[in-house]
């Protein structure tokens, strides 16, 4: 990656009036909650949760609320609910503002992300 290039630029947000739909790959029972990049447009998250009776679903929006900076009533799970490709709809941030909190989150928890 060129250095000052946007690390989440792939990532295929789309925006809606009130909300912004993230496009998500989760890799469960992965050892920690992490971001790791973007692959065919999709943000990879690696969670320690098992995909199991929703722990997973409950760990990916609890884990994307800590990283955005929004409460987890704002978070929701639009599609793919039982499988590894989800939308996840962020209320009141434009696709913009989910970028630049994605890109600002310099902390441990983004793995293969240079930021």
């Known amino acids: 990656m060129v250095a000052g290039e946007q690390p989440f630029r792939d990532l295929a947000l789309t925006e809606h009036a009130a909300e912004t739909i993230i496009p998500v790959r989760v890799a469960p029972r992965s050892g920690r909650n992490a971001l790791d990049g973007v692959v065919e447009g999709a943000l990879r998250v690696r969670l320690a949760a098992p995909a199991v009776?929703?722990?997973?679903?409950?760990?990916?929006?609890?884990?994307?609320?800590?990283?955005?900076?929004?409460?987890?009533?704002?978070?929701?799970?639009?599609?793919?609910?039982?499988?590894?490709?989800?939308?996840?709809?962020?209320?009141?941030?434009?696709?913009?503002?989910?970028?630049?909190?994605?890109?600002?989150?310099?902390?441990?928890?983004?793995?293969?992300?240079?930021?």
């Not at 990283?67 to 709809?89: C, N, Q």
């Open 53 to 115: 009776e929703g722990a997973a679903n409950k760990a990916l929006l609890a884990f994307l609320a800590e990283v955005l900076g929004v409460p987890k009533r704002d978070l929701a799970i639009t599609t793919g609910e039982h499988g590894r490709r989800k939308l996840v709809s962020v209320r009141g941030l434009s696709g913009a503002e989910v970028r630049h909190r994605l890109t600002g989150n310099k902390n441990p928890k983004c793995l293969g992300v240079p930021t």
